[in-house]
């Protein structure tokens, strides 16, 4: 089935190492845009991460976030040598320079090299790039479920707009059937009131009339419309992704719309029917390209 390209997951893991939560917002967007925004600690692993994303969602403009809580790892490092060598050269100048006062502890901090963060254990390490990858796994899943039940309203409205269109083929496939015969009358009509008393071929007549129906004749756009209407409603069955080959079908079936109302102008009564439905297939037809472009 197909799916929308908007949806929304958000998936948490917990271990009692540390705890991930991974979610991920989709939007309309004409190829694949991933933003993605992860701690310091988990930067290691996007490329993997984006990797997985292109297996997973073909269209869309994704925004991914991760938030990570380290529990029990996490510690104070103090490089002792450094600061003892920064202790030793301030006594070292006070004492040049007669000053009494005991060294700061909290300036000593905050020099550079002084303190840091204790570095996670390597277990911790693997264990965080399985975990990133199998949480956003099992995000992009339930973003996929989303996106499915969003885009089956889409699909019905589209399929439903579908048999419209071939409701109107269908009813100007019988109006095109007592075209040629209204086509005949009305010229063999005119050419009378025209030239009254004077005689006329009705063989010339019926070419005349054959020509203006060939001239006219909006079977092979009628048949290509079915066609193309039969192939959309493939498409909106199949799964994957169907966005891009539904915009191409929208199109063309356009073209074919406005090639059958400008072969039906001038065309009497029956001419203003068919154009009327021509009309309603192509507003049809606009309707479904536009809602075509929210699905993947």
């Known amino acids: ?80 040598e450094l600061a003892a060598a920064y202790l030793a050269a301030w006594r070292e100048l006070a004492g040049e320079h007669g000053i ?41 899943q339930e973003l996929a479920r989303s996106r499915e039940q969003e885009a089956a309203g889409i699909v019905e409205e589209m399929e439903g707009r579908s048999r419209q269109i071939d409701e109107a083929l269908g009813r100007i496939e019988a109006i095109r059937e007592g075209l040629g015969r209204a086509l005949a009358q009305r010229l063999a009509q005119r050419l009378s009131e025209l030239l009254q008393a004077i005689a006329v071929d009705p063989q010339r ?52 719309a406005n090639t059958l109302l400008s072969k039906t102008s001038g065309l009497g009564q029956e001419g203003l029917q068919i154009t009327d439905l021509g009309l309603a297939i192509k507003a049809g037809v606009e309707k479904i390209r536009e809602q075509g472009m929210n699905l993947e």
């Open 1 to 80: 089935m197909p799916r929308s390209m908007t949806g929304y997951a958000r998936v948490e893991t917990q271990t009692p190492e540390f705890r991930l939560l991974v979610s991920v917002k989709s939007v309309n967007h004409r190829g694949l845009e991933v933003q993605m925004r992860l701690p310091a600690e988990l930067e290691a692993f996007e490329i993997a991460a984006r990797q997985a994303i292109r297996k997973s969602v073909g269209r869309g403009s994704l925004q991914i976030n991760a938030s990570l809580e380290l529990r029990g790892g996490a510690g104070i490092r103090v490089k002792r």
């Open 100 to 140: 009494a006062a005991e060294p700061d502890l909290g300036a000593l901090f905050r020099l550079p090299g002084i303190v840091s963060l204790s570095e996670p254990a390597e277990t911790v390490n693997t264990g965080l790039e399985a975990a990133l990858l199998q949480t956003l796994d099992r995000a992009l």
């Open 205 to 256: 007549i019926l070419q005349e009339a054959a020509f203006l129906a060939d001239k006219s004749d909006i079977s092979e756009e009628v048949q290509r419309l079915k066609a193309h209407n039969r192939q959309l409603r493939e498409h909106l069955a199949a799964p994957g992704e169907v966005g891009k080959k539904l915009d191409f079908l929208a199109q063309e079936m356009g073209r074919e």
